[in-house]
Nanobody
Framework: QVQLVESGGGLVQPGGSLRLSCAAS????????MGWYRQAPGKERELVAE???????NYADSVKGRFTISRDNAKKMGYLQMSSLKPEDAAVYYC????????????????WGQGTPVTVSS
């Protein structure tokens, strides 16, 4: 069983910062891509940022220059540093990963965390 657990969400004032963490556990051979998505009430889930195992990153235009995604492959951890937060960044943030469970199966399993809420309000 492969599991992702997010932490670090909470209430922050506009202009503030938060750091989200995502811990992967279980039978894992490798993690190909780790990503952060968010879903605000009444809206579709959207990609915020993603990072490959080699460190290549991709960001939504709305967070470029404010958010930084990173990962620690040895610890099987992913992070999202969020700065200059705006009220429109408020959402439930989900960690996503494409995981290979063993070296003999090339197909990656897509796994989601349970989500961590971020509230941006004064």
């Amino acid at each position: 069983q492969v599991q992702l657990v997010e932490s670090g969400g909470g209430l922050v004032q506009p202009g503030g910062s938060l750091r989200l963490s995502c811990a992967a556990s279980g039978t894992i051979f490798s993690i190909n891509v780790m990503g952060w998505y968010r879903q605000a009430p009444g809206k579709e889930r959207e990609l915020v940022a993603e990072i490959t195992s080699g460190g290549n990153t991709n960001y939504a235009d709305s967070v470029k220059g404010r958010f930084t995604i990173s990962r620690d492959n040895a610890k099987k951890m992913g992070y999202l540093q969020m700065s200059s937060l705006k009220p429109e960044d408020a959402a439930v943030y989900y960690c996503n990963a494409r995981i290979r469970k063993n070296p003999y199966i090339a197909r990656a399993l897509e796994v989601w965390g349970q989500g961590t809420p971020v509230t941006v309000s004064s």
